[in-house]
């Protein structure tokens, strides 16, 4: 059983556009989630996370939005560069469980063209 | 860069044959974890540990071990390697009191 799913495998938008990734939980007991971005060849990087007490998160080009009522979080990243190219992964932890064990998404494949 | 060293980076082996990779990280950790990264898949736990020789298996440990004799030292061991381990291992850790994870480069395994 998924408990974290990312249902676009991939995504493909132009330089300077928004880039929109989508991420959707069955556990209600995660209460934190993350996004991490992956380029080729390295590990996973952690780039913005965002709270159950909050529907809003935002560093910089990425926003983080969270509607707990249908259990699905957004990544917005605005404007996209060559650079944001790579594999998203979405995180979701239950914070007052033990051990602080992560479940990710399968990924979704970000390509920005210049 | 979370001071976290994986090791080997690269390795080629045989079924049948034991493996061990290596985690070390710099920082004192209380917590460690192995996932293994396969396409469709997304990442996946294979074991955690929470402490010296604390540990416990995640989602997918059939076929793999670990210890942890030193706080800076995690390992993880395909005890007889198969085709189907093939894959990239990553290791990482979290911080006490926070919530994030933070991984190190990935030991990408074939077994042939």
């Known amino acids: 059983d998924q408990q974290v799913k990312q249902n676009s495998p991939s995504l493909s938008v132009q330089e300077g556009r928004i880039s929109i990734l989508n991420c959707d939980y069955t556990?209600?007991?995660?209460?934190?989630f993350l996004w991490y971005k992956k380029y080729p060849a390295e590990g996973p990087t952690f780039l913005i996370s965002?709270?159950?007490?909050?529907d809003k998160n935002e560093d910089g080009r990425f926003t983080v939005f969270l509607n707990k009522s249908a259990k699905h979080l957004s990544l917005h990243i605005v404007p996209s560069q060559p650079g944001d190219s790579a594999v998203y992964f979405c995180?979701?932890?239950?914070?007052?469980?033990?051990?602080?064990?992560?479940?990710f998404g399968k990924g979704t494949l970000l390509t920005v063209n210049p | 860069d979370a001071g976290i060293t994986q090791s080997p980076r690269h390795k080629v082996t045989e079924t049948g044959t034991p493996v061990t990779l290596r985690c070390h990280q710099t920082?004192?950790?209380?917590?460690m974890y192995w996932y293994r990264q396969d396409p469709g898949h997304g990442l996946r736990l294979i074991h955690y540990?929470?402490?010296?020789?604390?540990?416990d298996k995640g989602e997918v440990s059939d076929g793999y071990s670990v210890s942890r004799s030193k706080t800076e030292d995690f390992l993880l061991t395909l005890e007889s390697a198969t085709s189907s381990q093939t894959s990239v291992y990553f290791c990482?850790?979290?911080?006490?009191?926070?919530?994030?994870?933070?991984f190190g480069a990935g030991t990408r395994l074939s077994v042939l």
């Open positions: 995180a979701a932890l239950n914070s007052g469980g033990s051990n602080y064990k992560l479940t």
């Open positions: 556990n209600s007991m995660f209460d934190y």
């Open positions: 965002i709270s159950s007490i909050k």
């Open positions: 920082e004192n950790h209380r917590y």
């Open positions: 540990s929470y402490g010296v020789k604390d540990t």
């Open positions: 990482a850790i979290q911080p006490s009191g926070g919530n994030i994870q933070y």
